[in-house]
Each structure stands twice: as structure tokens, then as C-alpha cells.
């Protein structure tokens, strides 16, 4: 077996979890050790993250992105890599006896001060002396008994909360402490496997900013720029201290693979990426799709629509129809020649916008230096004696 263990100085109370909940993307058997340390067996890691360099420098860097200060430490058991850790490292042996966070004065009294000291005394005596306590521990660190050990398992909603090192009066200010929390919710969400399609940034008591996605997602950086996008366009009441992200209702999201014909998947995220910074930048009634709706009447043949709610089933008109739509103008009789048709259209009595049309394709002219000469193929129709243009054909 292999161990990691973090000990964590400066950490805030009650942030000893969420920096758990970020490790478990390393490993699912992360241990807590309150207040300020933690410890995760990696050993079946290593060869995902490749090899024991690799992924300590994955968790370096990583806990730099965090803004977290914490001193790192491996061995083979638990127990050894936190003391390790509390020491700063180096060996076992030459560790001061504070590590082991025991009551020592009496130890110190006899003139011991490292714990390869303490491992050279006879164990019935230390027993005797200090109890057999003490002796158990000493071979749980060696390896020599087990060590039982509560993994921590990762919530399924994040809450963190950050206290900002001063104040903060321009918005956009946020995005640095922000940044931290999106990184622990994203380590928390690539542990579980899962990606949201909202989150929440709350700043102290009275503001509170709603980011939605148009697709599951867990990456940090696509969450921070929509971020970006809202805190750019906003201007803050008076200055923040503290910031608290909360986000829930974790979807499974699994790792994509590139086909090797193109990723249709990849492309689809695309979009969704580009609609959500159109919303965040024009709102949410800002943008949206459109889809045919069943109606015979042109102008109300498609319908307002939500990403995600496009209705598979088709409206397949009986007759052609142009690809631009008009506002209805009308025509001169002679300035057009028919060419097929007419197609009734009668309908829209239940809804107050009665239609009564006959529909023909037309050849349109206009008059240039050249003479008259046809442009396009134009749909028009007839209603009350009148001729009117409504399309054009490509």
C-alpha cells in the first residue's frame, strides 16, 4: 500500500472536507484526520495518473490552484505519512516527537526527542511507562498492525464558503476567489462522475448570481467564464467579504472519446457552450430556437423554443414554401407572372386570425438599366381582390 497525506497549517475551520472532497478524484479512499490533515491511500492510482511523481505533482499543483498551503508526504501506512507530513518530510526516524500530537513530557523529560529515539526504547518498558496505547500506535506507523480507517465519501451537493482576505468592491474582483471553489467542485464532481447544469455564486447575504449550462458539465474553466461573463455586467452595492458557491443535482457524466470520423457529440458541446454565453451577455428571453409548429398559415408555422425541448415530429406542408419569409407587401397587378398554383390556405378561424389566401409561385421583375429582366421566384397570394408578396425562394 501507498499513502498521501496532506497536513494543512493554515487551513479554515470546516474546510477540511470540501479539500476531501476534491482529493477523491485522485482516489476513492480518502481518510480524514481533523482538524487540519488528511490522508489517501493512492497505490492503485499510480498507474492512471502515471506513476508516484506524476501524481504528486497533480496534487502540487492542483492544491496551488486551490490557494491552499499544505505539506505533502508518502509512505507505506497512514499513520507514517502524517507524521511525515506534520515534519515536512524527510525520514521517519528523524522526525521531532510533536508529529505524533501525543501528550510527551515525559518522553522529553528523559531526554527523547525524534521518534527514531522513541523506536529504540524497549516496547515492554515504554508500555509500562506510557502506556500500550503509545506502543500501537509506534506499529501502526511501522506497518506492523493494521490500521482502521473511515473513508470519507463525497457528498452528493457542494457548499463552500470563502473568506476573502479584504474586501472587494468591483465585481469582477470575485472571479479570483471564485475560481478556488469552482476548482473543489470540480475535483468533487470528476470523484462522483457527474456534472451540473447550474451553480450559484452568493455574495455574502445579498446577492446572490444563478449561472445555468445548457449541457452537463464539470469543467472549472467553462464555469468561470460564464461567470466572467455575469460579474462583467454587474456592479456590486457595497463591498464583499465572503463568497459561497453551492451547486446540486449531480447528472452521471462519463469521459468522451474522438471518433475517428469526426465527434458529433464534441460539436453538439460546442453550441451548447456558445448558447450559454449568449445568455449569460443577452439573458435568458434573449436567446432562443425556433421549431416548426403544425399550422398552415406561414406566420404561425414555427414556434419559441428552450434548448433541449426541439419536438421531433415534423410539419410537412403540402406545398412548397420559401426559405424568406416576408411581412406581407402588396403588389401591382402586371408586375409578376404566375407560375403554379394556387394553393387555399383557410384557415385560423378558432383564433381570431382568419386567413383565406390562394397561394401561387410567382416570377418577380425589376427594372434596371438593362430593361425588365426576372430576379426571383417570389410567393404571393390573393385575399380580397388584393395581390400580395410573402416569400422569396432561394
Not at 432562443?288 to 404561425?300: F, K, M, S, T, V
Not at 407587401?329 to 383557410?346: D, M, T, V, W, Y
Not at 382568419?354 to 438599366?369: M, Q, S, T
Amino acid at each position: 500500500m501507498l499513502w498521501v497525506a496532506l497536513h494543512l497549517p493554515g487551513l479554515a475551520p470546516g474546510a477540511l472536507e470540501p479539500i476531501a472532497a476534491w482529493a477523491c478524484q485522485f482516489t476513492p479512499r480518502v481518510s480524514l484526520e481533523p482538524p487540519r490533515a488528511l490522508a489517501a491511500e493512492v497505490q492503485a492510482s499510480l498507474r492512471l495518473f502515471g506513476g508516484r511523481e506524476t501524481l504528486l505533482a497533480r496534487w502540487r499543483d492542483g492544491l496551488d490552484s486551490l490557494g491552499v498551503r499544505a505539506s505533502l508526504a508518502l509512505a507505506p501506512t497512514a499513520r507514517a505519512a502524517l507524521w511525515l507530513a506534520r515534519g515536512g518530510g524527510g525520514e521517519l526516524g528523524k522526525l521531532p516527537l510533536e508529529v505524533m500530537d501525543w501528550d510527551l513530557e515525559f518522553l522529553k523529560s528523559i531526554g527523547i526527542s525524534t521518534v527514531g529515539e522513541l523506536l529504540a526504547l524497549p516496547r515492554e518498558g515504554l508500555a509500562q511507562r506510557c502506556g500500550q496505547d503509545l506502543v500501537d500506535e509506534l506499529d501502526r506507523a511501522l506497518g506492523i498492525l493494521p490500521e482502521a480507517r473511515r473513508f470519507f465519501m463525497p457528498p452528493t451537493r457542494f457548499d463552500a464558503r470563502l473568506e476573502l482576505p479584504a474586501p472587494v468592491a468591483h465585481a469582477e474582483g470575485l472571479l479570483f476567489a471564485a475560481r478556488r471553489l469552482l476548482l473543489q467542485l470540480e475535483g468533487l464532481l470528476a470523484a462522483r462522475h457527474a456534472g451540473i447544469r447550474s451553480f450559484s455564486l452568493q455574495l455574502e447575504n445579498f446577492i446572490e448570481l444563478k449561472i445555468g449550462l445548457a449541457s452537463p458539465s464539470r469543467d472549472a474553466k467553462r464555469m468561470e467564464l460564464l461567470l466572467r461573463e455575469k460579474l462583467a455586467s454587474m456592479a456590486l452595492e457595497r463591498p464583499v467579504e465572503e463568497v459561497r458557491l453551492q451547486a446540486d443535482g449531480f447528472e452521471p457524466l462519463g469521459s468522451r472519446t474522438a471518433g475517428m470520423f469526426g465527434d458529433a457529440a464534441a460539436q453538439d458541446e460546442d453550441w451548447a457552450r456558445l448558447l450559454e454565453r449568449l445568455r449569460q451577455r443577452l439573458g435568458h428571453e434573449g436567446v432562443c430556437g425556433l421549431a416548426p409548429y403544425p399550422d398552415h398559415r406561414p406566420e404561425h408555422a414555427w414556434q419559441r423554443v428552450e434548448s433541449g425541448e426541439w419536438d421531433p415530429r415534423e410539419f410537412q406542408p403540402p406545398g412548397p414554401r420559401p426559405l424568406w419569409l416576408l411581412e406581407p407587401r402588396k403588389l401591382e397587378q402586371g408586375s409578376f407572372g404566375l407560375l403554379a398554383g394556387p394553393e387555399r390556405i383557410e384557415c385560423g378561424w378558432w383564433d381570431g386570425d382568419d386567413a383565406k389566401r390562394d397561394y401561387f409561385i410567382a416570377e418577380l421583375a425589376a427594372r434596371d438599366l438593362a430593361g425588365l429582366h426576372p430576379i426571383a421566384l417570389g410567393w404571393v397570394y390573393r385575399e380580397g381582390g388584393e395581390w400580395y408578396l410573402h416569400g422569396l425562394f432561394a
